[in-house]
């Protein structure tokens, strides 16, 4: 990291030694994000966080997410090489500001709040009430059509899961839909489907807000079987 001394912070991935390096195959970019990715990786390069190597191991397409202020972060799939890494659960230190300028560490100022009652943060709207979902995810599923076809089915319950904390029991109120993503299943979007899909809906207009339990209400717990 620039400007940062090497034996103060210096990453060293840590990769089983009987994982079987994999290759992603290539998939395809539109103009427009190859131009973003393209510009990204020049940074990158520029800035030595990454360098250019003749024969690859490991090899993981990038992706291209569109941010808030409508320019472009570019993500790695990494999805092969989490799986033969080992997990750290050492838990993440708090920050402390003494210790960024001692180490000449810098914090992107578009993504920190200070002062403030309430905002976003983590994808989800904070407040004096408690932990809010984030309007503009429920709104998308609002916007959504009835699926037809498994592709649609697969993005609507991948929405669905994101805003799960906030929809209680979803797993038993959406269970119809879930059983037409399996393989051995046929999708035919019936009925019952439907009526789920608008019950959701009806529940993501005016979504619960999270808070504190309270010592003196009774407190309920959901067990699920996997």
Same mark, same amino acid.
């Given at each position: 990291?620039?400007?940062?001394?090497?034996?103060?912070l210096?990453?060293?991935?840590?990769?089983?030694?009987?994982a079987r390096?994999i290759?992603?195959?290539?998939?395809?970019?539109?103009?427009?994000?190859?131009?973003?990715?393209?510009?990204e990786?020049?940074?990158?390069?520029?800035?030595?966080f990454?360098r250019?190597?003749?024969?690859?191991?490991?090899?993981?397409?990038?992706?291209?997410?569109?941010?808030?202020?409508?320019?472009?972060?570019?993500?790695?799939?990494?999805?092969?090489l989490?799986?033969?890494?080992p997990?750290?659960?050492?838990?993440?230190?708090?920050i402390?500001?003494?210790? %960024? @300028? #001692?180490?000449?560490?810098? !914090?992107?100022? =578009?993504? $920190?709040?200070?002062?403030?009652k309430?905002? +976003?943060?983590?994808?989800?709207m904070?407040?004096?009430?408690?932990i809010?979902?984030?309007?503009?995810?429920?709104?998308?599923?609002l916007?959504?059509?009835?699926?037809?076809?498994?592709?649609?089915?697969?993005?609507?319950?991948?929405?669905?899961?994101?805003?799960s904390?906030f929809?209680?029991?979803?797993?038993?109120?959406?269970?119809?839909?879930?059983?037409? %993503? @399996? #393989?051995?299943?046929?999708? !035919?979007?019936? =009925?019952a $489907?439907?009526?789920?899909?608008?019950?959701? +809906?009806?529940t993501?207009?005016?979504?619960?807000i999270?808070?504190?339990?309270?010592?003196?209400?009774?407190l309920?717990?959901?067990?699920?079987?996997?």
């Open positions: 990291m620039p400007g940062i001394d090497p034996k103060f210096c990453h060293r991935l840590a990769v089983y030694r009987d390096p290759a992603q195959k290539k998939r395809k970019m539109g103009d427009e994000k190859r131009k973003a990715a393209n510009a990786v020049q940074k990158l390069l520029q800035a030595k990454i250019e190597v003749t024969y690859t191991t490991w090899l993981a397409n990038v992706v291209l997410v569109k941010k808030a202020n409508g320019k472009w972060r570019m993500c790695t799939d990494y999805t092969n989490n799986k033969a890494c997990k750290d659960t050492y838990p993440l230190p708090c402390n500001f003494g210790e %960024l @300028r #001692k180490h000449n560490m810098r !914090l992107n100022p =578009e993504k $920190c709040t200070f002062g403030v309430g905002g +976003k943060f983590l994808g989800f904070l407040s004096a009430r408690g809010e979902a984030n309007r503009d995810k429920c709104q998308v599923v916007d959504m059509r009835s699926p037809s076809n498994l592709k649609e089915l697969q993005r609507l319950s991948g929405r669905l899961v994101a805003l904390r929809l209680p029991r979803l797993a038993d109120k959406i269970n119809l839909m879930t059983k037409l %993503l @399996r #393989k051995s299943s046929t999708f !035919l979007w019936n =009925e $489907c439907e009526e789920a899909f608008v019950a959701m +809906k009806t993501l207009a005016t979504p619960p999270l808070t504190r339990p309270e010592p003196s209400s009774p309920s717990g959901i067990l699920g079987c996997i």
